[in-house]
Structures are given as C-alpha cells and as structure tokens.
C-alpha cells in the first residue's frame, strides 16, 4: 500500500470502486484517508456505495486497520464494502468494531448486498433477447469492466515511468501520448506495449532501438493460421477465432483464453471469453497459481482435466470455482500453449454445462495441435510485430530528429 499503489476506479451510476496493491506504509495509509475521506464526500452527494476492493493487499496491520475504522465509524446505516482474501479479513476482524465496514470474499458477493436500483427506460441499455439482463447483473458488468482496467493501470504506468527517464520527457501524458502512437500504429494493444517497454532490454542505439533485425520472418506455417486466412497481425482477430475454433472442436459451452504477460511474472491475463458471465471473468482476469485449471496446465505443462468441478475439493472451496458453479460450469478442460523450447505462453480453457468426462481422445489430440499452432503465433507475434511498435516508439519519441539526426 505504498503511495503509488491506490488507483481510484470511475463511478458507475450506483458505486465507486477503490483499488489498493501492496504491503502497508505509513504514506499509504495517510493517502488512503485522504482518499477515503475524499471518495466518502463524493459518494454521500452522489448517492454511490463505496467499495473498497484489497484482494490484492495480502496484510494489514495496526495502523491501516485504525484508519480504516476511524475513516468510516459514521457509516453504519451505508457501510463501505470491503472485498478481501481471508487473511486480511481475519485481520480486519481484530478491531473489534468496524460499524462502517462490510467484508466480503469476493466483488459479486458485495454488489449482490446492494438494494435494487431503479429500472432504467427501455432505450437506456440493450440486452440479449434470450437472456435479458437484470439491473444488479449490469451493474456487476460494468464494475467488473473498471477493476480490469484498474489491473493495467499500474503497468501501464510503470512504462509511462521508463519512457519519462529515457527520453526525458515533460510528464506522464508525453509518455502515454507516446506508448498510444506506438499503439494505435502498430495496432498493438495499449497494455501488451507497456508490457513490452517495461520487458524489453533499453535501447540499443539512438537510432533504432533493435539495430540488425532485417528481414521480418513470415507467420508460422500452420493448419490454423492457413484456415483463418486473416490478418495475422491482427492480435484480437486470431485470439478470437482460436477461441471459437477450440470449443467447436471440444464441443464445450463456453471457453476462455489466457496469455502470458512478461511483466507480471508470466501470470495468465484473460484475453478472451465465450459464454460465461462476468464474476467468473472477475476471478481470473489475472491468474497466478493453482488451482484454477489455467494455473495448473501452466505449471504442469499439460492438459488438465476438471470433470466435476464441485467434486475438485481445491477448485470448488476456490472463489473462481464458485463462480464456475453459479454461472453453470461444472465441467473444463484446460490445454496449455507451449512453444518447441517448452515455455508455456498462454491457455485455452474450456467448459461444459454437465458434469463428465470429455472430450474425447481424438478432440484432444486436435486441441493439442491448436495450442501449439497459438504458441507458434504467439511466439513470432511478440519477435515481430510487438518489436515493430517499439521500434516505431523508439523513432517517433518527442525531440527526435525526424531525419535520424
């Protein structure tokens, strides 16, 4: 909780969520009252709920239990909704009273306490017509949508940081009006370019930041990029009809893919998703360890296999297995995407509605022939697109000579 760890998330209609990161300090803890006080005044004129979201706090201590107490005592009537690992719960719970707090396990647990809100005008929000959305389920949409862009926010402003240092630019808005050239040029996403910035060796000369690259070489000959027939630097294109190929070859009901990021210690950051809703997205939006299945395919190298997810003891009591079993997933099938040299670079995860084993051997088999032909994108995507859009932010920086100067 360091004072460059709190990020403010934009208010929905009804909520403001605060996300916290980190272990305590003293100026954090003075910041986050700040803030607190602050976001409090906001809500109360506004009429918002206050969630406090520290699933990514894994302690507390003394002090930031006070200022959380003393910060909130006048709120019983409209406590703050806190959301945290058990851990820092059972801490929280030695203050022995918190009458302007909540604690909850996970998001969807705190939003679905909230009263129900006024149902807005037909014309206001489009729903699906073969499953209209309630209120509380578009809320919980929208404020899952904020905490994954919470997620990048620190990413991202970390290479804003290097890109300051190394190019002495003015501030943080030079720096992110460079990383979006970079972006929107290449048609790299905003988030796997800071990755790259924060990943990549400095530069290498004035000039160009890889000198000698030549000659790109072309994308991997495979079975799945010769049907596509796409774009193949068209990141979101091919993430996406990978994913809708694996659960027509599984016959799944749902699917999801996860790819490495190098800047977070090769966690799993959800890329995208088919048929599940949004407080099982919440759960693995960023996954690190097991058990969620992605974790362990990762670790393990190998495919893993849930046939009952309420039956997996580790899995169920998980908070990404509970919001399997509430959005009707009960069984999956996790393929890893590993590259010739053996390095994992991602995830397709699928899930079906009944509870078995499945799919079969020959799905399998083509599943594993998917993954490897992903890798083998993913691979020569990050040699040489990724590389292209930092060579473009190398070359475009504010003050550079455009003739090379």
């Known amino acids: 909780m360091t004072s460059r760890s709190l990020t403010m998330v934009p208010a929905t209609d009804r909520v403001t969520v605060v996300c916290l990161a980190g272990a305590p300090d003293a ?102 017509p073969d499953r209209p959305a309630t209120d509380a389920e578009s809320l919980r949409g929208e404020v899952f949508g904020l905490r994954a862009k919470a997620r990048t926010a620190g990413l991202i402003g970390i290479a804003q940081g290097m890109l300051i240092a190394r190019y002495d630019l003015p501030g943080p808005e030079a720096a992110f009006a460079l990383l979006r050239e970079g972006s929107q040029q290449r048609n790299v996403p905003l988030r796997v370019l800071a990755s790259a910035v924060v990943t990549a060796p400095p530069p290498q000369s004035d000039d160009e930041w890889f000198p000698g690259r030549g000659t790109h070489a072309p994308p991997p000959d495979t079975a799945f990029l010769r049907s596509y027939r796409g774009d193949a630097t068209d990141r979101r294109q091919i993430i996406a009809a990978a994913l809708d190929t694996a659960i027509a070859v599984a016959e799944a009901d749902a699917g999801e893919v996860h790819l490495t990021d190098p800047a977070q210690d090769h966690a799993l950051f959800l890329e995208a998703h088919r048929g599940l809703d949004a407080a099982y997205w919440d759960e693995v939006a960023l996954v690190t360890e097991p058990p969620v299945p992605g974790a362990l395919a990762q670790s393990r190298l190998a495919p893993v296999e849930v046939p009952d997810v309420a039956a997996d003891e580790p899995l169920a009591a998980h908070p990404a297995g509970q919001a399997l079993l509430a959005a009707g997933s009960h069984a999956v099938y996790s393929v890893p995407l590993i590259t010739p040299e053996r390095y994992c670079t991602g995830t397709l995860t699928l899930h079906r509605n009944d509870p078995g084993t499945w799919p079969g051997p020959a799905r399998r088999a083509e599943l594993l022939r998917l993954a490897s032909d992903v890798a083998a994108w993913r691979s020569w995507y990050r040699r040489t697109v990724v590389l292209d859009a930092l060579e473009h932010l190398h070359q475009h920086r504010p003050g550079r000579d455009p003739n090379g100067r």
């Open 27 to 128: 100026e954090g803890c003075v910041r986050l009252a700040q803030e607190l006080r602050h976001q409090l005044d906001r809500a109360t004129r506004l009429g918002h709920r206050l969630v406090l979201d520290l699933a990514a706090v894994p302690a507390v201590d003394a002090t930031v239990r006070r200022t959380l107490r003393d910060e909130t005592l006048h709120l019983a009537n409209a406590p703050v909704l806190v959301v945290a690992t058990p851990e820092v719960r059972k801490e929280l719970e030695q203050e022995e009273d918190l009458p302007g707090l909540r604690l909850y396990g996970t998001l969807a647990e705190a939003l679905t306490t909230l009263p129900p809100a006024p149902v807005p005008a037909p014309t206001a929000r489009p729903t699906r």
